[in-house]
């Protein structure tokens, strides 16, 4: 079966310094990998997607994420975090038609 | 392009009672899945619509039902409820199934059972 492992309940970072927030994946085939983030009382965004290609990712709002088969992670990263970057985060595996979630990861920037 | 929308935004019901939760999808998705996400958790897949049938259905009993019209929003339906059906439900759309697109999400219906 398909799933991720979103390892850190919440990773704080002051703002300016990069920031990263880890995933581990485990599936049979090809994994078709995606990141969302959350804000209080909202669906979820879309931020960026692995289906095949380069292993550097770059997504939305300057994140981008790093595929790495070996290591089975697909880490999202951004080289300077902002304040507003303070939300939840879920990475996801397509399994047939449906996303399977992580957990989540509560990232917090500071001032 | 007005995204995924989603009504009502909020809904406070009682236990026992039934729900119906409406999305309509991006303009050009024919494709609509449902998700439930307690507090603290990430979304579970409910099902997904395509074609105006069931096409996947994820590990929720008989309670949970829905069904997708010939312009493609959907319904969904919850009977009997139960106190741990409080939850955020989340629809997503997306073209002819997952493929490799991302799937686009509406703000979510907070439903609350009391």
């Known amino acids: 079966a398909q799933s991720v492992a979103q390892p850190e309940d919440q990773v704080n970072v002051a703002e300016g310094n990069p920031l990263t927030v880890k995933c581990t994946y485990s599936?049979?085939?090809?994994?078709?990998l995606f990141w969302y983030v959350q804000y209080p009382n909202r669906g979820l965004q879309f931020l960026l997607k692995?289906?095949?290609?380069?292993?550097l990712v770059k997504g939305s709002y300057g994140f981008e994420a790093e595929f790495n088969k070996s290591q089975t992670s697909f880490h999202l990263k951004k080289p300077s975090a902002l304040v507003s970057d303070s939300a939840l985060y879920f990475c996801?595996?397509?399994?047939?038609?449906?996303?399977?979630f992580g957990t989540g990861t509560r990232l917090q920037v500071f001032p | 392009d007005a995204g995924v929308t989603q009504s009502p935004t909020h809904l406070i019901k009682t236990r026992g009672q039934q729900v119906t939760l409406r999305c309509s999808p991006k303009s050009g998705h024919d494709t609509v899945s449902w998700y439930q996400q307690a507090l603290g958790q990430g979304p579970q897949f409910i099902f997904q619509?395509?074609?105006?049938?069931?096409?996947q259905r994820g590990n929720f009993p008989d309670r949970f039902s829905g069904h997708q019209f010939p312009n493609y929003s959907s319904e969904l339906n919850v009977n009997a409820l139960l106190l741990g059906d409080s939850a955020l439900y989340l629809c997503a759309s997306s073209p002819g199934g997952m493929g490799n697109t991302e799937a686009f999400f509406g703000q979510g219906t907070r439903l609350t059972v009391v």
């Open positions: 619509y395509y074609e105006e049938e069931e096409r």
């Open positions: 996801a595996v397509r399994d047939w038609n449906k996303l399977i």
């Open positions: 692995y289906i095949t290609g380069d292993n």
């Open positions: 599936v049979s085939g090809n994994p078709y």
